[in-house]
């Protein structure tokens, strides 16, 4: 099951444990440098408003509706980065997660298309609570290139640079937990309790319109960042129970006319962030 609360989803797997659950967080942050040098990780600014496109059937495309999920206005001047935290279950630790992240139908650790369930060689997935964000697409070792958001048919998204094709769009993230048995396995009961909930997002509302009404994710500027690899067997996760979100895109024209909110206002470039 996956709910939206406070523009946050949370994907719960209680029919595997009654206490799995990963809450996923789409944080706004500065777009740095597109100029081949690598940046540390600018500040976030707060969470993307999200809604559900089941909420407004009759103001969006059909497409949207067919794949449903949520909405998230973004635009050329910000970038994106996803932060995880997975629930912890009482004297044992934090439930694992392997959670596959996709722009567009193209996947943001492997570089490869989008196919269904996980796969290990070469690993197109992180595991939470090991990575507890990813910034944006995987490029080389050590190296990522951010999320940032080009038109849909303009040709500088991934997924038309790489099929050549602008039919998705958008973000899916796909999620799957830990065999219960497995992870009772892994993680027996000890004596102290050392509780972890979850951490609200600081919030700082900002945001800058894009002309085209759709949008997908493309590769921005370098920064640095390992992903983990995962440290399980392959055969720990449960893919028989993995559960899937669309994150459909819009710029600031559509999310008016779809929600009737205004989008968040203009976020400063990495310059006037400095000098402030």
């Known amino acids: 099951m996956i709910e939206l609360n406070n523009d946050k989803l949370y994907f719960t797997f209680s ?4 206490e799995a659950q990963l809450l996923i967080d789409l944080q706004r942050t500065l ?3 597109d100029d081949d040098e690598t940046y540390p990780l600018p500040p976030g600014l707060g969470s993307f408003p999200l809604r559900h496109v089941d909420d407004f059937s009759e103001r ?12 998230l206005p973004m635009y050329q001047s910000e970038s ?9 279950v009482d004297r044992r630790g934090q439930y694992p997660f392997a959670i596959k992240i996709a722009a567009g139908k193209v996947d943001a650790v492997s570089g490869e298309l989008w196919s269904d369930g996980l796969r290990r060689d070469p690993q197109g997935y992180v595991v939470a609570p090991e990575q507890p964000w990813l ?12 999320f940032v958001a ?20 958008g973000l899916q993230i796909e999620v799957f937990p830990m065999k219960r048995e497995v992870f009772e396995s892994r993680f027996p009961e000890h004596e102290q309790e050392d509780m ?81």
């Open 150 to 169: 080009m038109p849909l048919g303009s040709g500088l998204s991934a997924e038309e640079q790489i099929t050549g094709e602008a039919e998705y769009g």
């Open 15 to 18: 029919g595997v444990h009654p």
């Open 196 to 276: 972890i909930s979850y951490q609200a997002s600081s919030e700082f509302d900002m945001v800058m319109p894009c002309a085209a009404p759709e949008m997908g994710l493309a590769p921005g500027g370098q920064m640095k960042q390992e992903i983990v690899g995962d440290p399980y067997d392959f055969d720990d996760w449960d893919t028989e129970h993995g559960s899937r979100c669309f994150i459909h895109l819009a710029n600031s024209m559509i999310w008016r006319s779809v929600t009737g909110e205004e989008p968040p206002q203009v976020p400063p470039t990495a310059e006037e962030y400095s000098r402030s």
């Open 80 to 88: 994106m980065w996803i932060y995880f935290q997975s629930s912890y």
């Open 31 to 33: 777009r740095i440098p």
């Open 135 to 146: 910034d944006g697409y995987c490029v080389k070792k050590g190296v990522i290139r951010q």
């Open 60 to 71: 969006v495309p059909s497409r949207w509706l067919q794949r449903g999920g949520v909405i």
